[in-house]
Nanobody
C-alpha cells in the first residue's frame, strides 16, 4: 500500500505546476484525498481536499489558484497550481482517508505520500 506524490519542481512566480498523487495497493475511489504543505520550521498547512464524491475544498490562501481533482481510472489525484507565488514554496504531501464525506474535518488520514518539493522563484 503506497501513495506517491510527484510533479514538484522549480518554477518562476506566475507559473504553474501539477502535482500527482498515485495510489498503489488500494482503490483510491473510496478515499478522500487531502493535500498539505510544509515549510521547514513551520507547522504543516492544509491546502485542500477532494471527497470520494468529488466535492472539493481549498484553503483561503490558495483558492482561485489551486484546483484539486482526481482520475479514478488512473487511481490518482491531482493538485493543479496556477499563478504560483514565492510563498507557495514548500514540500507538498498528499494523503488518503476512507469514508470521510466532508474532508476538511479529517484529523487522521489512513495513508500519506512521501512529499514533493515545490520551489517558486521571484
Amino acid at each position: 500500500v503506497q501513495l506517491q506524490a510527484s510533479g514538484g519542481g522549480l518554477v518562476q512566480a506566475g507559473g504553474s505546476l501539477r502535482l500527482s498523487c498515485a495510489a498503489s495497493g488500494f482503490d483510491l475511489d473510496y478515499y478522500a484525498i487531502g493535500w498539505f504543505r510544509q515549510v521547514p520550521g513551520k507547522e504543516r498547512e492544509w491546502v485542500g481536499c477532494i471527497t470520494s464524491a468529488d466535492s472539493t475544498y481549498t484553503a483561503d490562501s490558495v483558492r482561485g489558484r489551486f484546483t484539486i481533482s482526481r482520475d479514478n481510472s488512473k487511481n490518482t489525484g491531482y493538485l493543479q497550481m496556477n499563478n504560483l507565488k514565492p510563498e507557495d514554496t514548500a514540500v507538498y504531501y498528499c494523503a488518503a482517508d476512507r469514508g470521510a464525506s466532508y474532508c476538511p474535518v479529517i484529523v487522521e488520514y489512513d495513508y500519506w505520500g512521501q512529499g514533493t518539493q515545490v520551489t517558486v522563484s521571484s
